[in-house]
């Protein structure tokens, strides 16, 4: 387990979460920051109520995704597990030409 801290539109936040966990953590926390930066510039709402609508966005289109078929878990991670030792190797084809 390890701490990560992250800042969310200003406040800084902390987590205990594992290693295998700590990329999809980062990536959400990307995803939440993109997400509530967009809803503050169309709904100018306050930071709690900002949170809140946001919230119910994501869960909305996990609710989309599940109802259309179910989300495929394994299928994600393996893709994204794919795509990031392709990013590894491509990295090291540039680091070698450097």
Do not use: W
């Not at 997400?35 to 119910?56: D, G, K, N, P």
């Not at 996990?62 to 989300?71: A, N, P, S, V």
């Amino acid at each position: 387990m390890e701490q990560v801290d992250f800042s969310i539109r200003g406040r800084e936040y902390s987590v205990t979460v594992s290693s295998e966990e700590r990329e999809m953590l980062l990536a959400a926390i990307e995803l939440v920051d993109a997400r509530m930066c967009e809803l503050e510039v169309r709904t100018q709402a306050a930071s709690e109520t900002l949170a809140v609508m946001t919230a119910i966005n994501v869960a909305h289109e996990l609710i989309q995704l599940q109802r259309r078929g179910g989300l495929d878990m394994p299928g994600y991670k393996r893709r994204m597990q794919a795509m990031g030792e392709k990013i590894d190797k491509a990295l090291e084809i540039d680091e070698a030409l450097f």
